[in-house]
């Protein structure tokens, strides 16, 4: 896209693979020496995570581990997005400026929940202990902010109200109905990445494979957009698990997690791939159901468990599972998803 319009000679599929390869390594090498330079300074502060106390005890030594991490990949993350849509807008004229509207308002979303994430972790840190806002104080906030996306999507006419049944040619118009299913949908998916975020190298390594999954079918589609914000996500996360895998030198914390799921919205519904995107990333909310079922099975059977302690990697570790295991299984799992939602797309 850029490099055509830069009179680089080469395919529309080809031009933007180049960028997103650029984008990536951009975000990556900036994000991978901020966080080498932010990890010590956390250190010092003492910005360390507190382990829950009913969490597996083997967590224990976790503690103090550095946490906001997110904080060191956003900010490279955002630059680069910032530059490239500079470019852009220099390069094609103001008159194609609304083709940036729906990525903007995808980082925007991003950037809302990583405000929620902040804020909760800035109270962690503040009473030194692990709960920060309320679980209704997040949600509120989570739903205030995706109707607000919803709102602009639609004021900007880039929010589609018609279901794609897959695999058939069969459509569902929503209509009005839309809009609260959407709103529920992307507060629902920004939490399940949250929940995800649990042992070393998870939540980077899955959201890893997701980015790669809409970069490539961004270059099957000839989505310049697309392959801008999915290469810049996949370069922040690969970066961060540098320092994230186990056993980890740092913690996103919930500013990192709230963003990457407010991205990963953004994109499924900039490239109207809602329902691929919630497939390829259904680990995360297998991660968020099983914390919900444990709780309403709790409840209703006066103190039995469903699993032996949720969300669902918590349950895998007390059955014996390493966390390197734990990561590589859910990653793979996450890649055959990546596969069927592929198909989804292109069929």
């Not at 529309?12 to 951009?26: K, R």
Request: glycine share 10%; net charge positive; with cysteine.
């Amino acid at each position: 896209m850029l490099l055509r319009l830069f009179g680089v000679e080469m395919s529309e599929q080809a031009a933007i693979a180049a960028e997103a390869l650029i984008i990536a390594l951009a975000v990556f090498g900036i994000s991978a020496l901020v966080l080498y330079f932010l990890i010590p300074v956390l250190r010092a502060k003492k910005i360390g995570q507190t382990i829950y106390e009913l969490g597996p005890a083997w967590h224990g030594n976790k503690q103090g581990t550095p946490t906001m991490g997110g904080i060191g990949f956003i900010p490279p993350f955002l630059l680069v997005l910032a530059a490239f849509s500079v470019i852009y807008l220099i390069k094609a004229g103001a008159a194609q400026s609304k083709a940036l509207i729906p990525m903007a308002l995808a980082l925007l979303l991003g950037v809302c929940n990583a405000a929620i994430g902040f804020i909760d972790d800035y109270c962690k840190l503040l009473k030194k202990q692990n709960q920060g806002l309320t679980a209704w104080q997040k949600l509120l906030l989570q739903l205030v902010f995706a109707g607000a996306y919803v709102a602009m999507m639609a004021i900007t006419g880039n929010l589609s109200t018609d279901l794609v049944i897959p695999f058939t040619e069969i459509t569902i118009k929503l209509g009005w109905l839309a809009y609260p299913v959407y709103i529920i949908i992307i507060a629902g998916f920004v939490n399940a990445t949250n929940l995800t975020d649990g042992i070393d190298g998870l939540a980077g390594s899955i959201t890893a494979v997701v980015s790669l999954f809409l970069a490539v079918m961004a270059v099957i589609g000839g989505d310049g957009m697309l392959g801008a914000i999915s290469a810049a996500l996949l370069g922040a996360v690969c970066a961060f698990l540098i320092y994230n895998h186990h056993p980890a030198r740092v913690f996103m914390g919930d500013t990192g997690s709230l963003f990457i799921g407010g991205v990963l919205m953004g994109c499924a519904f900039m490239a109207h791939m809602e329902v691929a995107v919630i497939v390829a990333g259904f680990v995360y909310i297998v991660e968020m159901l099983s914390s919900l079922f444990q709780i309403l099975y709790f409840k209703l059977t006066h103190g039995k468990r469903l699993f032996k302690m949720a969300p669902l990697h918590h349950h895998f570790e007390k059955c014996g599972w390493s966390e390197k295991k734990i990561v590589a299984v859910f990653s793979a799992v996450t890649a055959m998803l990546c596969v069927i939602a592929s198909l989804i797309v292109i069929f």
